[in-house]
């Protein structure tokens, strides 16, 4: 009975197998563009397992720096690290888009392989699939999405595209476990197979080549890069048309995330009685006014401000260094310090400098940016701006200082 | 299409170790799951991923095809390639700059004038137009050449 059972199954598989469905996509020789094919799939896959391990150890970097474990302590220098890791987040994000959509259309048939499973090693294989490409566009299209400031998702974007990355990370190796053997196979081959190509130089008839559509993705990717990157390499900023930033336009010479009426802070921050409090581990409370402030040594800074959207500028910043006023006001130098602002809610109205942070000298309380005070958008009165530190954790209109 | 692959010792290493990488993605989520300001809201999580895929397997990748089908017929051949290549840099192109054109960001952030502050009409259209400069240059030129190489075989 059992047995009879099994052999019917069996009977039923093979009969599952050799009969594909009677609709375009499974019927042979429903995809003929010799695009199709290991060689390109497998070069684009290599370009692409590059590009999505920068994108995932820059943006690892960037979720650590703003969650940091107790391991994990992000230094004040080199000053513009920040921006160049989180730069390349955005940059190689946005040059995978090309990648991923030419390297999809080069293996879309695989998807409609039958039978869809041809045992347990393409099981494994296959089942990656689904999370690899889902996650992928669910990375690409929300982080795009992001640095467009355009947000019609309904969850908390940096939460979701984190766990999504995690995601996506694993299904890759899962796939480059599954793949490494062709991709082996190709680089091997030193002539590409099957050259149908006439004699002579001329250039083959019927469209792109295989070789061909790996220099179209190149390009495409190019192109993207130049009309984007301008948004974090100063030089590329007159191409950068289809950036959502100017690295150069905004008050006082370069962007804002938050202006002062979104924050809420207009009145606060104008308030002519304004005290920035500095309290904690000090020998008594400090209630400092902006002359006090500006009585205090003043320092400049040539300064990065980098955001994780990714765009970045570099500014002239003034006003009185971390430490001059941790000794003014007889606080020890070595530890945390905390920043709070005048902003009520927000999830980004405190930060907690770290020890390296914190005693850097270039860590300025700025009062002036570029020789003028500060634009109410970038902070007036005064704001936090330190070395190698994502521009969500610059606090802006600071209203509180916390020795810890 | 696809020869079978041995299943080798890297390939059940890397697979065990996505599988475990991808397991902690999917507890991420899920305990990171609920309606506060920083959590993740799992119906909608699953919306985008699914979605993606969908738009992508069965809508933007089958255009593609179908755009591709139609190109293989144009004649003269030699005019293939450059509009084939002509053809992905507008998708591309086009697909980044839509929701700068809609200004989407723009309508999200009200009143912040360094978002979105370019003219992105004029820019798109402008890529576009250096893009269909380059094929044009280059099909001419093929054409050319294509005359050329005619006329020297009579």
Redo the contacts between chains.
Sequence with gaps: MVRAAGRLAARLARWVAATPPPVPPFREGA?R?RL?D?APAAWLGVALGVTFTVCFVTGLVSHLIQHPGSWFAWPARPAGLYRVTQGLHVVTG?VS??LL??K??VV????W?WPPV?G??HA??RA?V??L???S??LL??G??NT?????????F???H?????????????????K???VRRVAAAREPRPAPVAEGS??A????TRR?VLG?AG??SG??FL??AGTTVAPLQRL???????PS???QG??????A??AGVVEAAMDPSFVLLVEGKVPRPVELSLADLAALPQREEELPISCVEGWSATARWGGVALVDLLHAVGASVGGPVFVESLQQAG?YRSTTLNPAHASDPATLLALRVGGEPLHI?HGFPVRLIAPNNPGVLQTKWLARVEVL | ??A?????K??????A??????????F??VT?AGPG?????LG??LL???A??LV??GL??PL??LT?RG??RVRP??L??PL??GA??SG??T???Y??LRG??????G????????N?RS??L??LAL?WLGVAGVAGW?LLRRRH?RQAVR
């Excluded at chain 1, 008839?205 to 792109?208: F, I």
């Excluded at chain 1, 950068?240 to 100017?246: D, E, F, G």
């Excluded at chain 2, 890297?10 to 697979?15: E, S």
């Design positions: 995809f563009s199709h290991e946005l888009i090309p959509l030419i999809l259309f879309y048939p695989h998807l392989t041809r347990l090693r494994l294989d990656s689904p999370a490409v889902g996650g566009l669910f299209v929300t795009v999405q467009m400031y355009w947000y019609p998702w309904g969850f908390f940096p939460t979701a984190y766990w999504a990355a995690w995601i996506t990370i694993g299904a890759l190796i899962m796939h480059i476990g599954a490494a053997g062709i001329a250039p008839p019927e469209g792109l061909g179209l390009a495409a192109v993207v009309t984007t950068a048309l289809l950036s959502p930033r100017r336009v905004g008050p370069f962007p804002v995330n938050q202006p009426e979104a999830l958008d | 299409m696809q079978r692959e041995p299943a080798t890297p390939f059940w290493v890397l697979t170790v996505g599988a475990a990488v991808m397991a902690w993605g999917v991420g989520l990171n300001a920083t959590q993740i809201k909608r999580w985008w991923f699914v993606a895929l992508h397997d933007i990748a593609v095809l591709g190109l293989r051949i030699v293939r390639t084939q290549v992905v840099l591309v192109v697909l980044l700059a929701p700068l989407y960001g723009q309508t999200a952030q009143g912040n004038s360094s978002i979105l502050p370019s992105y820019g798109w402008t890529v893009v093929r190489s």
